[in-house]
């Protein structure tokens, strides 16, 4: 079974703090995704990533950035948290680009 | 800009009932996706439709594709209390970089007894 972790389930930070989220996956998929998840809105992509080093922008990247140095492990940072990003964040990952994505447990982020 | 509606946003059920949940999207797209969460828990993917006239079932639940109408439904049959959770559509677009999943809004679905 694939398995995707995040490295937090409820996370509460300040206005203006350097946020780290991570994500691993063990199934050796090439690509991996950032959610965030609000309600009534569904979820909204935030970034992606298909290779090591590589990322693409999503639907609504402003406020946030990710790393992926290696295969296994796709980091979302926000740089200095706001309330408006206080939401439940998703991570997924999948084989290849044509491949069903299986989604991780989530992280609930609260910013104060 | 894709867009993916769902409708409704919140349906109360009653056990041994039917009812339908609709996923309508914007433009072409390669698949569609049917989602399920529960409270407090990851998504677990239902269905996958690829072509027009798709049609998969599980148990209580089918779901259907027209790709010319642009719509899918999730229909539930004879509902029961275990399928209470919130369902989501997604509608996947191929691109070089990858698939790009757009979901919908969910629709909280609750089953009284």
């Known amino acids: 079974d694939v398995k995707v972790t995040q490295s937090s389930r409820y996370l509460v930070k300040r206005t203006g703090e350097k946020v780290f989220l991570e994500c691993v996956q063990d199934?050796?998929?090439?690509?991996m995704f950032w959610y965030r998840q609000d309600p009534g809105l569904g979820l909204r992509l935030i970034y992606f990533?298909?290779?090591?080093?590589?990322?693409e922008k999503g639907d609504i990247p402003e406020g946030y950035s990710v790393s992926r140095e290696k295969k296994e492990r796709f980091s979302l940072i926000l740089e200095s948290a706001s309330t408006n990003q206080t939401s439940m964040y998703l991570c997924?990952?999948?084989?290849?680009?044509?491949?069903?994505?299986?989604f991780g447990p989530g992280t609930r982020l609260t910013v104060t | 800009e894709l867009k993916v509606e769902q409708n409704p946003l919140f349906l109360s059920m009653q056990e041994g009932k039917n009812y339908t949940i609709y996923c309508n999207y914007s433009t072409t797209s390669d698949r569609l996706y049917w989602y399920r969460q529960d409270p407090g828990k990851s998504l677990e993917s239902l269905f996958v439709?690829?072509?027009?006239?798709a049609v998969k079932q599980e148990g209580r639940l089918m779901a259907s594709l027209d790709t010319k109408a642009r719509l899918s439904t999730l229909h539930i049959t004879a509902a029961v209390h275990d399928l209470s959770a919130t369902y989501f559509c997604?509608?996947?677009?191929?691109?070089?970089?990858?698939?790009?999943?757009?979901f919908g809004g969910g629709t909280r679905v609750l089953v009284k007894p």
């Open positions: 199934m050796d998929h090439e690509n």
């Open positions: 997924a990952s999948s084989l290849g680009p044509e491949d069903e994505q299986y």
């Open positions: 439709l690829l072509s027009n006239g």
């Open positions: 997604a509608v996947d677009i191929l691109q070089a970089a990858g698939n790009k999943l757009t």
């Open positions: 990533s298909y290779d090591v080093k590589m990322k």
